[in-house]
């Protein structure tokens, strides 16, 4: 019996070429502004128009301020990218939602929140976390800017068939514990290349019991594993979750999508390349130590010893520490911070603003802590103000700002300086990821706000 995965890959081949790729033709391309303006370049040189435009959506996220839309970007190169964006869509009859239309948004919160990704769909764009889109039961991966012009010409892709793993992840999640600290487990547990050449199904008791908004965070973490993408099989959580939105289908439309979605599921006798299951009981909120998503520790254990790491490792481990300014062996519980991020498309949304509200509410930001808190899209800060949340998180002593990637990256003016530490609930903590010489502890919008408050690291359970 085939797995999930196998049956939408197959239902998108359109041919298979002899020792070689498969062309497989996909549904929906998403473009921002940093990975396509040489596509479009492209497309121009051999004079090319888009072969199925109405499947191409465009905004722009990763160099958009937080702050002061209205007005021109400060940063000419910021500003010459999300200006080219604007003149390409236009050019090439794209939808295109521009900065301060209400639309707008990072382009991973704005897919499934306005219906556009849907189950049993291939998605790509030119960014790696696209697999987040595999949480609505899609097949969900970033492409090379190259690939993007392909799919602008011929809404097809050439690709390597990934081979099939599930993680099953049983049990009932302790106090505390989210999706986002389930998926820096995972990567702990994998490594950041434990899942190389694979394309993850999730699965089990946790994951079946995880919101939409949850299993977005944890596909969107897939790819810090070395998968291609991650995906769950959609659900009755799934339905209720897209049922009214605005792209998904509507009236007998709506029962007949349902029908199939239904079907989209691995049979009782599939095969995976890789099966592994862990248990819910072994996690708890988590943090990253190092310089890659995949050295974290539950919040009350202690940075590995150095006779723990295998050769191999000893260099980049000491290295990572150095950078971070740690010591193998010691406990991160206490330790002073400067900066809180709560956004990105990994933890943009109503229900990450809904938990770092829970925890500071009646209480005060901690003097001295720079707190950027940022919605992932513009719905997301409608729904912010009409749950009150503002009101709760001003009342701390905490700003909203405007969406956008943000501090995820050092792509705009949210920059950490160096030296300077980050508990951030974005995706990656390379050296420089956040900005120069920034060190970036990775954790959940709960670990975030107990950080926010305290102005160290603590753990979230003393504040639930």
């Known amino acids: 019996m085939n797995t999930l995965f196998d049956k939408i890959w197959d239902k998108h081949v359109v041919q298979i070429v002899e020792d070689g790729p498969t062309q497989l033709y996909i549904d929906r391309l998403y473009c921002h502004e940093v990975t396509s303006p040489q596509a479009f370049d492209g ?3 051999r004079g090319l128009e888009c072969f199925r435009p109405k499947q191409i959506f465009c905004m722009p996220d990763h160099n958009t301020p937080t702050h002061d839309q209205d007005k021109p970007i400060e940063d000419p190169v910021s500003k010459k990218q999300v200006d080219t964006l604007s003149k390409n869509a236009a050019e090439f009859g794209l939808t295109h939602y521009g900065m301060m239309d209400k639309n707008n948004g990072i382009i991973h919160v704005v897919g499934p929140e306005k219906g556009l990704s849907l189950p049993g769909m291939t998605i790509v764009c030119g960014d790696s976390h696209t697999s987040t889109h595999g ?8 492409i090379g800017t190259s690939e993007v012009e392909m799919v602008l010409a011929s809404q097809c892709i050439l690709q390597q068939k990934p081979k099939s793993m599930r993680i099953s992840i049983n049990g009932k999640l302790g106090k505390g514990v989210t999706a986002k600290d389930v998926a820096l487990y995972l990567m702990a547990q994998l490594s950041t290349s434990g899942a190389t050449g694979y394309f993850v199904e999730y699965a089990g008791d946790v994951v079946r019991g995880l919101s939409m908004e949850g299993r977005l965070t944890l596909c969107n973490l897939s790819i810090e594993m070395g998968a291609r993408g991650g995906f769950v099989a959609p659900d009755e959580t799934t339905f209720a979750y897209l049922k009214g939105k605005e792209y998904a289908p509507k009236g007998e439309a709506w029962e007949k999508a ?10 009782e006798d599939a095969i995976f390349d890789k099966e592994l299951v862990f248990q819910a009981e072994d996690i708890e909120p988590r943090i990253t130590y190092g310089t890659n998503p995949g050295m974290g520790i539950g919040i009350r254990e202690t940075i590995p010893a150095i006779e723990t790491i295998d050769e191999a490792g000893k260099a980049s481990f000491r290295k990572s520490l150095d950078y971070m300014g740690f010591r193998a062996g010691e406990t991160l519980m206490g330790k002073p911070i400067d900066y809180v991020f709560l956004g990105a498309c990994t933890n943009g949304r109503i229900e990450d603003f809904r938990a770092f509200a829970s925890v500071v509410k009646g209480r005060q930001k901690a003097q001295g802590v720079t707190a ?10 409608r729904q912010i103000r009409e749950e009150g949340l503002d009101r709760v998180l001003m009342d701390a002593g905490f700003a909203i700002r405007q969406p956008g990637c943000s501090a995820c990256l050092a792509m705009n003016d949210d ?3 160096a030296g300077k530490y980050s508990v951030s609930t974005s995706n990656r903590n390379f050296e420089g990821r956040q900005g120069p010489g920034a060190r970036t502890i990775l954790a959940s919008p709960l670990t975030a706000a107990a950080a926010a408050i305290t102005g160290k690291i603590t753990d979230p359970r003393e504040f639930l």
Do not use: E, H, N, Q
């Not at 949480?135 to 970033?142: C, E, P, T």
């Not at 979605?261 to 049979?267: H, Y």
């Not at 950027?372 to 997301?380: D, F, H, I, Q, T």
């Open 43 to 45: 497309l121009r040189a």
């Open 135 to 142: 949480a609505m039961g899609a097949v969900a991966f970033g």
């Open 258 to 267: 349902v029908a199939y979605w239904k079907t989209l599921r691995s049979g």
């Open 372 to 381: 950027w808190l940022v919605p992932g899209s513009w719905a997301v800060d």
């Open 415 to 417: 920059k950490i300086p």
